[in-house]
Structure formats: structure tokens, C-alpha cells
């Protein structure tokens, strides 16, 4: 059995070698790349600049766009590289490096959506004391746990999973390094780390989701109790944003985790993880400036 210690370098398979491919992907790739820098940034500034965006959802707005560029920039860039150059070769250290990062910031913002859902319930059931409930220091509180939690509790996971052997292949069947494909290139007693994977998925994933289906399910019961129909759509509209990014980031995140292993699950990983970590990012400033007006005024005023 070959020890972990004895494994320098790591190879990623990425995407097919084929070049005609290659002339779509890269290309494809350094466009969803700068559309997200660009957009994230924009917003960022935007949101920190306007006087009339200094409410709790925007500061809220504003980590989540900060993470999400630092988030599709710990693992893009490397496989574009690997399109380009065809160099897929990545260090031990390189490899957990960037899988503990990624990871980081994947938990940070599942927990600053949680958050942002908690700011809407607030701000729909109790909107006469929204202000008082959300105030400036608590929602730093909100935002700091959130990063905590994210590079806090992950570290135990990586520290973990650099301890374990890769007798039986090198080559990381996937486009970034992804602790599933890890456990699945390891060898010897993983009994352990799956557990602990196990308990990491209820407690970064689970958990959080049964919070923002506690909130939304408080936001429907309040939205189903008004009067007129104007007014639950008006108030429904607000929610609208952020119900399609947990969508969108939810759905590829189950995709990616939870499809069992079948003969076809490797391109199907590959694939939803492009969404996942180049997609998802991406569209996240999109929509909130698409569909909130407050966000679309404002960079119509600055532009």
C-alpha cells in the first residue's frame, strides 16, 4: 500500500482531450470567468457605494458576491490551464490546498443564504421591528459565523483526508480536487472519514437547508394570510431572487453529491460540477440585478 506521504503529485483529468472540444471550452470558461469577476465586482461596489443600499439584504448581498469571487477563483483558473496547456499535473499540498479553499467558501455561502432567508422571514413577518431584529451588529455576528463555520469546520475534513493512502491511482477523475473523488481513489480503512463526511453533510448541508425551509415555509404561511392578491405578489416578488439562487445552487449541489455511482457518473460529476463552481457564481449577480429594482436603479445611476 502506498502511503499518502509517499504521493507528490496528483493529476486531474478534466475534460476530454479532444481539440475540438478544447476550442469550445476554454473559451467558454474565460467568458463565465470574466462575466462573474465583472458582475460580482460591480455589484460589490455598487452595494457598498449607494447610500440606498445599506440595508441588512444588501450587506448580506454584498459577502455573498465577494465570496463567490473568490470562490470560482480557487479552482477555474487551474482548469483552464489544464484546457490550454494540457499540463493536469497538480501537487499534494496544491491539490488540498485548493479543495480545503473551495470548500471553505462553498460552506460560507450556504450559510450566508441561510442567513439572507432568515433576513426575508424577518423582513415579511415582523417588517415593523425588521430594523431593530436585523441590526448592524447582529448582522455582522450572521456574517462572521458564516465564514467561521465555513473555514473552521473544514479544516478538520482536509486534515483528515491528508492522512489517508492513494494506492491505487494518481489521477483525479474530476475537474477540480473534489473530496469525493478522493475518497474514491483511497484505499485502506476510509470506515472513519466516511462517517465524518456523513456528519459534515448533515451539519453544512442538511441542517441549513432545514432552516431556510423553516423560514420559507413562516414566509408562505404569512404570504397565503393577506388579503389581497396584489399584496401577496408584491411581497412574494421580494423573496423571488433569492428563491432562484438556492435553487439553482441547491439543485446542482445534490446533483453533483447525491447521483449514485453508475458507469456514466464520472461525465455526469464533471458536468455538474462546471455549473457548481462556474455557473452557479456566475449568475448569482445576474439575477439579484435582473430582478431586484432597488439593484438595477442603482447601477443605472452609477453607469
Request: charged share 15%.
Amino acid at each position: 500500500m502506498e502511503n499518502v506521504t509517499h504521493v507528490i503529485d496528483f493529476y486531474i483529468v478534466g475534460f476530454t482531450k479532444d481539440f475540438g472540444q478544447k476550442i469550445f471550452l476554454f473559451p467558454t470558461f474565460l467568458s463565465l470567468y470574466i462575466i462573474c469577476l465583472l458582475w460580482n465586482m460591480l455589484i460589490f461596489v455598487i452595494l457598498f457605494i449607494d447610500l440606498h443600499l445599506q440595508k441588512p439584504m444588501y450587506f448580506f448581498l454584498r459577502n455573498l458576491s465577494f465570496v463567490d469571487v473568490l470562490y470560482i477563483s480557487v479552482a477555474l483558473p487551474k482548469l483552464m490551464d489544464i484546457i490550454l496547456t494540457g499540463n493536469n499535473r497538480i501537487s499534494f499540498t496544491g491539490c488540498f490546498t485548493q479543495m480545503y479553499f473551495f470548500s471553505s467558501f462553498a460552506c460560507t455561502e450556504i450559510w450566508l443564504l441561510t442567513v439572507m432567508s432568515y433576513d426575508r422571514y424577518v423582513a415579511i413577518c415582523y417588517p415593523l421591528h425588521y430594523m431593530l431584529l436585523m441590526e448592524k451588529r447582529k448582522c455582522v455576528l450572521l456574517v462572521a459565523s458564516s465564514w467561521l463555520s465555513g473555514f473552521g469546520n473544514y479544516l478538520f475534513v482536509v486534515i483528515f483526508a491528508s492522512r489517508l493512502s492513494f494506492c491505487r491511482s494518481t489521477h483525479i477523475r474530476q475537474i477540480f480536487c473534489d473530496i469525493k473523488t478522493l475518497t474514491k481513489i483511497s484505499c485502506g480503512e476510509i470506515h472513519e472519514f466516511q462517517i465524518m463526511i456523513l456528519v459534515e453533510a448533515l451539519l453544512m448541508g442538511l441542517c441549513p437547508f432545514l432552516m431556510i425551509l423553516m423560514s420559507y415555509s413562516k414566509i408562505l404561511v404569512n404570504i397565503l394570510g393577506l388579503s389581497s392578491i396584489g399584496q401577496r405578489k408584491k411581497t412574494f416578488s421580494t423573496c423571488t431572487s433569492h428563491l432562484t439562487i438556492l435553487l439553482i445552487f441547491y439543485g446542482t449541489l445534490l446533483c453533483m453529491y447525491m447521483i449514485p455511482a453508475t458507469t456514466h457518473s464520472e461525465e455526469l460529476d464533471k458536468i455538474f460540477s462546471a455549473l457548481y463552481l462556474a455557473v452557479t457564481p456566475t449568475l448569482n449577480p445576474l439575477i439579484y440585478s435582473l430582478r431586484n429594482k432597488e439593484v438595477k436603479n442603482a447601477i443605472h445611476n452609477i453607469l
